[in-house]
């Protein structure tokens, strides 16, 4: 496999990855384990950061006139990307809510 079709799968894994890393930040932190939460949501940052930066290369050549072959496996990569944004700010919120919850409850 090479070309748009190798972009757009290593799209999708970093996005998965990030998605993957957000949801068990999540779960860490239920556990009341903030150290773990915070690591895993820097580890889903760090997949996300590579798959936009992947992405980014795509818009670049495009802003430079190459041809980008538009395929559903492209827009299903960018739909992906933006799913783990949406997990990813939601993770950060539950977090959050986690942590005033635990030193409200004091325990």
Same mark, same amino acid.
């Given at each position: !496999?090479?070309?748009? *079709?190798?972009?757009? $799968? @290593?799209?999708?894994? $970093?996005?998965?990855?990030?998605?993957?890393?957000?949801?068990?930040?999540?779960?860490? =932190?239920? @556990?009341? &384990?903030?150290?773990?939460?915070?690591?895993? !949501? =820097?580890?889903? &940052?760090?997949? $996300?950061? *590579?798959?936009?930066?992947?992405?980014?290369?795509?818009?670049?050549?495009?802003?430079? @006139?190459?041809? %980008?072959?538009?395929?559903?496996?492209? %827009?299903?990569?960018?739909? @992906?990307?933006?799913?783990?944004?949406?997990?990813?700010?939601?993770? *950060?919120?539950?977090?959050?809510?986690?942590?005033? !919850?635990?030193?409200?409850?004091?325990?």
């Amino acid at each position: !496999m090479e070309g748009i *079709e190798a972009v757009c $799968f @290593q799209i999708i894994s $970093f996005a998965g990855s990030a998605k993957s890393c957000y949801m068990e930040a999540i779960g860490a =932190a239920e @556990q009341d &384990d903030y150290d773990k939460a915070k690591a895993l !949501m =820097a580890e889903g &940052d760090s997949c $996300f950061h *590579e798959g936009h930066r992947i992405h980014a290369q795509l818009i670049t050549k495009e802003a430079n @006139q190459e041809k %980008i072959d538009i395929r559903l496996l492209l %827009i299903h990569a960018e739909d @992906q990307m933006m799913a783990a944004e949406t997990v990813q700010i939601l993770a *950060e919120k539950f977090i959050h809510l986690h942590e005033r !919850m635990y030193r409200i409850e004091g325990a």
